[in-house]
């Protein structure tokens, strides 16, 4: 199994940005894909979610209307498109997949990706 993030870097405050993960050795189908980010000294947060067939999704309050997820189960890709980024954004941003099959939990992560948000 493997999860790998790309498209971090230094933004200008204001700026965008699009994460992407690629997964691999699984049924990415199956699985709820999320973002998570964890700032230094902070907890690692729940930033956005979209669930198995990608019509719903979930947003953190302080991100909600400025970030977008999306995913593209044929191409086994998760996104996160990321506007008028704040500093208060700055984070390591994991990729994560969960599934529960046949009683069973099944939780990945990524190895993160730095964003960086500073003038």
């Known amino acids: 199994v493997q999860l790998v993030e790309s498209g971090g870097g230094l933004v200008q405050p204001g700026g965008s940005l699009r994460l992407s993960c690629a997964a691999s050795?699984?049924?990415?189908?199956?699985?709820?894909m999320s973002w998570y980010r964890q700032a230094p000294g902070k907890e690692r947060e729940l930033v956005a979610r979209?669930?198995?067939?990608?019509?719903?999704?979930n947003y953190s309050d302080s991100v909600k209307g400025r970030f977008r997820i999306s995913r593209v189960n044929a191409q086994n890709t998760v996104s996160l498109q990321m506007n008028s980024l704040k500093p208060e954004d700055t984070a390591v941003y994991y990729c994560?997949?969960?599934?529960?099959?046949?009683?069973?939990?099944?939780?990945?992560w990524g190895q993160g990706t730095q964003v960086t948000v500073s003038s």
């Open positions: 994560n997949a969960v599934s529960s099959i046949l009683g069973s939990q099944y939780n990945y």
């Open positions: 050795g699984f049924t990415f189908s199956n699985y709820y």
């Open positions: 979209v669930f198995p067939a990608g019509g719903i999704t």
